[in-house]
């Protein structure tokens, strides 16, 4: 109502003028690695070719290739089937993999996937209803990073990778 004398009004100012924020880059500073939403790849899609990046991904889809994302997230969702190497700091399988999971801290096998191929991983969880046929190799540290199991157990101590099948399922069968 009364205002002193100098004092100064505030303005609104509407959303869309405001400028983003930049911030400047440090020389070596390393660029910040997305989070949020991931990239959904959805059950009618179908790639064949390679996938690589550094965002984090749930693919539903089919794909006939790689998918190599070395420090994301990658869910391969209840109608995802993948027959491809798969590379991702952490992978959570729901659907169907035909392929080598390379997961550099984990990988999660849910009780609806069904996983053809071997693992490497540091940490793994196999839920019950999951069906798995492959090799598994628990490996330490960076050694989770080597791109090729050869060279991960010549790299250093591991774990031996371990043949697994659920009882009663036949050699040639996971699908």
């Known amino acids: 109502m009364f205002r002193k004398q100098g004092e100064v009004k505030p303005v609104a100012v509407p959303e869309r003028e405001l400028a983003p924020l930049v911030v400047p880059e440090r020389p070596g500073a390393a660029a910040p690695e997305p989070r949020g939403e991931p990239t959904r790849i959805a059950q009618s899609i179908t790639v064949k070719g390679d996938l690589s990046g550094r965002e984090d991904l749930f693919f539903d889809g089919t794909l006939e290739g790689r998918i190599r994302l070395p420090n994301s997230r990658v869910v391969?969702?209840?109608?995802?089937?993948?027959?491809?190497?798969?590379?991702?700091?952490?992978?959570?399988?729901?659907?169907?993999?035909?392929?080598?999971?390379?997961?550099?801290?984990?990988?999660?096998?849910?009780?609806?996937?069904?996983?053809?191929?071997?693992?490497?991983?540091?940490?793994?969880?196999?839920?019950?209803?999951?069906?798995?046929?492959?090799?598994?190799?628990?490996?330490?540290?960076?050694?989770?990073?080597?791109?090729?199991?050869?060279?991960?157990?010549?790299?250093?101590e591991s774990y031996p990778a371990v043949p697994v099948r659920a009882a009663g399922e036949p050699k040639d069968s996971i699908h």
């Open 76 to 156: 391969i969702g209840p109608n995802g089937c993948v027959q491809a190497d798969v590379e991702a700091n952490e992978i959570i399988v729901e659907g169907r993999v035909t392929g080598s999971l390379r997961g550099h801290t984990r990988v999660e096998l849910r009780p609806t996937s069904r996983v053809r191929g071997d693992v490497t991983t540091e940490r793994i969880a196999i839920q019950d209803g999951a069906r798995f046929n492959g090799r598994i190799e628990v490996v330490r540290g960076e050694e989770a990073r080597v791109a090729h199991a050869a060279s991960a157990s010549a790299a250093g």
